[in-house]
């Protein structure tokens, strides 16, 4: 369960120092592979973590003890480092910039490695270029809060598996695989964003990656989603688009979020809308949308004496879905939604879908037409949502809630 790394020295004698962070207690010993002394480490600054190598050539350096963090961060001799062959538990709490930068570094392997404990890995394996075995399925990231820039311009790496991460508390996930230029299989579906305030230029780079999954991810709390597919146009199949689509956009999101993703296009067949309006009427038989060009073109939600009625007219081939409950009154509270398309409509009234209609075989094209909310009404309008997006019966069901 040591901590086992090798490297190569070029010149002889050569000196090599392991860097560290003022963090943590160090009571470790190192063997520098070399038939030496061990040296006992009791300090992040120890004078004992610099050894001299009289010939040059490839060591293997054993770590063991407690260890809480090493820190090249682009600096100090990260060039030769080789291989990681163990992480190990040495007691592990922080992995920030720990091997950023070495980019002679092929093959990392976390084996029997204890990471429970560390709370901050970013830009651990950042322009780690040479980087193309690595193996990190032991980690365990529940404590991690941060993995922005963790594997920013591993340009070598063409998999990752990342699917065993815990990142239930990671609030930042910025460029975490920016510039990863070769990777091209990702399986993100497991990851739980619903903390994440900040997911600028995540796949920036990312120009080999496809096939994507990250459509059921919670992005309530994400306030920068700047460049965050840039210049990776392959990484969303147009189903997964439209997915990302329909389920984000029923979620409560932050306001005044630009998303950037790619060149990623969604489905024009079946095109799609889905219209919310939430209010109280006083009376009944009312117009609350009317999006009308002609008596042949027009979608609208419309209150009866008692249920609501949601229909569409393409090219004078009406459509019509009719149900729910409603009791005129003096201002009485109604929450309904409906989904239109070129092969369905659908509406839902306080939290129920009703039975959808698939004869419609177009939808009406209202691009160009003004839309009349409350067109006759009499009560108020608390709420009104419109998506370009068929957001499903479910989707419905939650928008009308």
Same mark, same amino acid.
């Given at each position: 369960m040591a901590f086992v790394f090798k490297v190569t020295t070029t010149t002889s004698p050569q000196t090599f120092t392991i860097p560290c962070q003022n963090i943590g207690t160090f009571n470790a010993t190192v063997d520098w592979g070399d038939g030496g002394p061990t040296s006992s480490i009791t300090a992040y600054n120890d004078a004992d973590l610099a050894h001299s190598y009289a010939t040059a050539g490839q060591y293997t350096i054993t770590i063991t003890g407690t260890f809480p963090n090493i820190y090249f961060n682009y600096g100090?001799?990260?060039?030769?480092?080789?291989?990681?062959?163990?992480? #190990?538990?040495? #007691?592990?709490?922080?992995?920030? !910039?720990? $091997?950023?930068?070495?980019?002679?570094? %092929?093959?990392?392997?976390?084996?029997?490695?204890?990471?429970?404990?560390? %709370?901050?890995? !970013?830009?651990?394996?950042?322009?780690?270029?040479?980087?193309?075995?690595?193996?990190?399925?032991?980690?365990?990231?529940?404590?991690? %809060?941060?993995? +922005?820039?963790? $594997?920013?311009?591993?340009?070598?790496?063409?998999?990752?598996?990342?699917?065993?991460?815990?990142?239930?508390?990671?609030?930042?996930?910025?460029?975490?695989?920016?510039?990863?230029?070769?990777?091209?299989?990702?399986?993100?579906?497991?990851?739980?964003?619903?903390?994440?305030?900040?997911?600028? +230029?995540?796949?920036?780079?990312?120009?080999?990656?496809? !096939?994507?999954?990250?459509? !059921?991810?919670?992005? +309530?709390?994400?306030?920068? #989603?700047?460049?965050?597919?840039?210049?990776?146009?392959?990484?969303? +199949?147009?189903?997964?688009?439209?997915?990302?689509?329909?389920?984000?956009?029923?979620?409560?999101?932050?306001?005044?979020?630009?998303?950037? $993703?790619?060149?990623?296009?969604?489905?024009?067949?079946?095109?799609?809308?889905?219209i919310k309006i939430d209010g109280r009427m006083t009376g009944d038989t009312y117009t609350l949308t009317r999006w009308y060009e002609d008596a042949d073109n027009y979608i609208v939600q419309e209150a009866g004496a008692s249920d609501f009625d949601f229909e569409q007219s393409s090219a004078a081939v009406v459509d019509t879905v009719t149900g729910g409950s409603f009791t005129s009154g003096i201002l009485v509270p109604y929450t309904i939604a409906s989904r239109h398309g070129s092969t369905f409509i659908n509406g839902a009234v306080d939290g129920t879908a009703l039975t959808a209609d698939t004869t419609p075989t177009s939808l009406p094209d209202l691009s160009a037409t003004d839309l009349n909310l409350g067109y006759v009404y009499m009560g108020t309008i608390k709420e009104f949502a419109i998506w370009n997006v068929d957001l499903t019966d479910a989707g419905i069901e939650e928008a009308s809630s």
């Open positions: 100090g001799d990260r060039l030769l480092v080789d291989e990681v062959v163990d992480l #190990g538990d040495v #007691g592990w709490t922080r992995l920030n !910039g720990a $091997f950023n930068g070495c980019s002679n570094m %092929t093959v990392f392997d976390g084996g029997t490695t204890d990471t429970s404990s560390v %709370t901050n890995m !970013g830009s651990m394996l950042a322009n780690c270029s040479s980087l193309t075995s690595l193996n990190i399925t032991s980690f365990n990231t529940s404590s991690v %809060t941060n993995i +922005s820039f963790m $594997f920013y311009n591993c340009s070598s790496l063409t998999s990752l598996d990342v699917s065993g991460f815990d990142t239930s508390s990671v609030t930042n996930t910025s460029y975490m695989f920016s510039n990863s230029s070769s990777l091209t299989s990702l399986d993100l579906s497991s990851f739980d964003t619903s903390s994440v305030t900040n997911m600028q +230029s995540m796949f920036q780079g990312c120009s080999s990656l496809t !096939g994507l999954q990250i459509s !059921g991810w919670d992005v +309530s709390s994400v306030t920068n #989603g700047t460049n965050f597919l840039s210049d990776a146009n392959n990484a969303l +199949s147009q189903a997964e688009y439209d997915a990302i689509l329909k389920n984000w956009s029923l979620q409560p999101v932050q306001s005044g979020v630009t998303w950037h $993703f790619g060149d990623a296009v969604y489905s024009a067949d079946p095109i799609a809308v889905s």
